[in-house]
Nanobody, 120 residues
Framework: QVQLVESGGGLVQPGGSLRLSCAASGSIFAIYAMGWYRQAPGKQRELVAGITSGGTTNYAHSVKGRFTISRDNAKNTVDLQMNSLKPEDTAVYYC??????????????WGQGTQVTVSS
């Protein structure tokens, strides 16, 4: 069974940085795409960053230039480096594992989520 466990969430001030990490188990990690979603109260769930099995990255317009997704297949981990954080980035962030069908990412497995709060 696939398990995804996030860590690194917390409270940061606007303009600050945070690094989220996700540890995966129960799958052949290297053949899957990975994606970070977020969901804030009253807002639609949003795919903020994705990375293919080959290492190609994709970002939502709202985070492009500020967030970086990366993966380490030797460690079965995927990270999300978040810089220049804004209050609008406040949300529960979820690590997911899935596949790209053409250009569309489809999550198959979800982690439990980790809270990120950006506030002064």
């Amino acid at each position: 069974q696939v398990q995804l466990v996030e860590s690194g969430g917390g409270l940061v001030q606007p303009g600050g940085s945070l690094r989220l990490s996700c540890a995966a188990s129960g799958s052949i990690f290297a053949i899957y795409a990975m994606g970070w979603y977020r969901q804030a109260p009253g807002k639609q769930r949003e795919l903020v960053a994705g990375i293919t099995s080959g290492g190609t990255t994709n970002y939502a317009h709202s985070v492009k230039g500020r967030f970086t997704i990366s993966r380490d297949n030797a460690k079965n981990t995927v990270d999300l480096q978040m810089n220049s954080l804004k209050p609008e980035d406040t949300a529960v962030y979820y690590c997911t594992q899935g596949l790209y069908y053409s250009t569309d990412y489809r999550a198959e497995y979800w982690g439990q989520g980790t809270q990120v709060t950006v506030s002064s």
